[in-house]
């Protein structure tokens, strides 16, 4: 544990999404980071619901984050959401209020980086839109203001999950990868080859559901929506490295994206015509379930 060092100034990218609500709950409840702002994009649920999703556990967390909508579609492909994963809604069964119009802002980071007084660490659990729109518009602000980027996207060795070899939010929109890529930045990706190993069983979800934690409860009812084979909660991986450096265990990769559609779509693979990025390739589950244990609480038992 490191709550001796000043906390890590952090914004937060995403797309609620169940797994993504879990890993703004563990944000929200570490001393070691604290969280500036949160910019919300389409995904798993269109940007109206995602945006509702991102208030509706910050509520429950009783934490006053800041709320910025982003993009509401990918930047050439059309708009795919993920209801047969996430629900309708994007949270599973977990109760949400009603969606309120927003306004999209694709190039809502770049104003948050400019309004920033200090460089900061960038954490994306979604698609790389908005991103990548911050750094189509204002490169060099983008570059001078973020100290270091964290994603939880793609997939080096793993299978994908979306079709044979990518992930979801490099599938959403590649291009923006591409862009993401080939910009230089500090970037870590955090893919599928960790982060299927951050698995909920069914058993553990039901007797989350049973918490007397209004936050836990709610949690339970969105991962129950993953059904009876449990789930893979793989948006908390950018933060727990966040929280105890080195966690992860990181390699130096040429890393491209396919840009074709098909099998390869949003495919992340070693190039030689690819940018020098950090690649997670192994986890430290103990000190991860140890961190977890800050969301759900010391009496879930882990296999
Ligand atoms: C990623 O896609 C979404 O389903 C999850 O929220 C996660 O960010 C996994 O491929
Ligand atoms: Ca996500």
């Known amino acids: 544990m490191t709550a001796s060092r000043p906390p890590v100034s952090i914004l937060i990218d995403t797309d609620p999404g169940i797994d993504d609500v879990v890993a703004l709950s563990l944000a929200a409840r570490s001393p070691e980071l604290h969280v500036a702002g949160i910019t919300t ?34 930047l050439e492909r059309p708009l795919v959401t993920a209801p047969d994963t996430h629900g309708p809604t994007g949270v599973g069964y977990a109760p949400v209020g009603g969606e309120e119009l927003v306004t999209p802002n694709p190039t809502v980071l770049l104003g948050l980086l400019e309004w920033s007084e200090q460089p900061v660490t960038l954490v994306t659990l979604g698609p790389l839109t908005n991103l990548a729109h911050a750094l189509s518009v204002g490169p ?40 993401v890529l080939r910009a230089g930045l500090p970037t870590v990706m955090v893919g599928l080859d960790v982060t299927r190993r951050m698995e909920l069983s069914a ?24 059904g009876r084979n449990g789930c893979v909660v793989h948006d908390v991986l950018p933060l727990g490295e966040l929280i105890e450096p080195d966690l992860l265990t990181l390699a130096q990769v040429s890393l491209a994206v396919n840009l074709e559609e098909g099998v390869h779509r949003g495919h992340t693979m070693e190039s030689p015509a690819g940018t020098p990025s950090q690649v997670a390739l192994d986890v430290d589950m103990a000190r991860m379930r140890a961190l977890l244990a800050r969301v759900f609480g010391e009496e879930l038992q882990w296999q």
Not at 203 to 226: G, M, N
């Open 140 to 179: 060099d602000l983008v570059r001078s203001r973020v100290r270091r980027h964290i994603g939880m996207f793609g997939s080096l060795h793993e299978q994908g999950n979306t079709n044979r070899w990518a992930d979801f939010n490099a599938w959403a929109d590649p291009e923006a990868v591409d862009i």
């Open 41 to 74: 994009t389409y995904g798993n649920a269109t940007l109206a619901a995602a945006t509702r999703n991102a208030s509706a556990v910050l509520a429950l967390l009783e934490k006053p984050i800041p709320i910025y909508p982003g993009s509401d579609r990918p």
């Open 203 to 226: 058993a553990q979800v039901e007797h989350l559901a049973t918490s007397s934690d209004p936050l836990i409860a709610w949690l339970a009812k969105a991962l129950r929506f993953y």
